[in-house]
């Protein structure tokens, strides 16, 4: 699996993606059960509110090898300041609704 990581870009100061990465490279939380070899193509932000940019990053890390796009938990679940993202669910479907032959995972821890 080659992942594309997308995070929030509010939480970049506080957050250095290193729970991503151990949860990632430790196959836990949403990469639980995941047999085949993880490779992290790229990892961007989804280039601040309302998460615009999220689709073109999304296909940029396509172009270069991501089979799978990973929506942080910042995002989706409000890691690591307790505020889920307000835009998650329309990022969530603007790149399924562009990536089609995408898998997307929704969070990471």
């Known amino acids: ?3 594309g990581l997308i995070r929030c870009q509010q939480t970049e100061d ?3 993606a290193t729970t991503d990465f151990k949860i990632i490279s430790e196959k836990k939380c949403a990469f639980e059960g995941i047999d085949e070899d993880i490779q992290i193509i790229g990892i961007n932000s ?3 509110c309302p998460g615009k940019k999220a689709v073109t990053r999304a296909k940029e890390m396509v172009k270069r090898g991501a089979d799978t796009i990973v ?3 910042c ?5 690591p300041i ?3 993202c307000p835009h ?4 969530i479907k603007a790149i399924k609704d562009n990536l089609k032959e995408i898998k997307i995972i929704e969070y990471t821890h």
């Open 1 to 3: 699996m080659k992942i």
């Open 14 to 16: 506080m957050c250095p």
């Open 46 to 48: 989804c280039g601040g």
């Open 71 to 73: 929506l942080a938990s």
């Open 75 to 79: 995002i989706t679940r409000g890691n």
């Open 82 to 84: 307790g505020f889920t």
């Open 88 to 91: 998650a669910n329309t990022i």
